[in-house]
């Protein structure tokens, strides 16, 4: 899959894709998986920062409406 977006100023590359690169898979996998399930912020909904040995991570945690979800509620978040 090609990039949506690249962007590289100074030291920073970033890169929106529907599917990231094989060898930051594992960890954006960690970090959705622990911004959806372990770490909370008050309320549930939020920002959220936490680190792990890949870095850190600044997660904003929402739901939205969804009548045929279960709990009539999906969970959603945007990282960086």
Do not use: I
């Not at 100074?10 to 690169?21: E, H, N």
């Not at 991570?57 to 990282?79: I, M, P, T």
């Amino acid at each position: 899959h090609q990039p949506l977006l690249a962007s590289e100023r100074g030291r920073v590359l970033a890169v929106s894709s529907r599917v990231p690169p094989p060898a930051a898979y594992p960890a954006a996998k960690r970090a959705v998986m622990r911004a959806l399930s372990c770490e909370v912020s008050p309320g549930r909904e939020g920002p959220v920062l936490f680190t792990d040995s890949a870095g850190a991570v600044l997660a904003v945690v929402f739901k939205l409406r969804d009548r045929h979800a279960l709990g009539a509620a999906r969970w959603y978040s945007l990282l960086v």
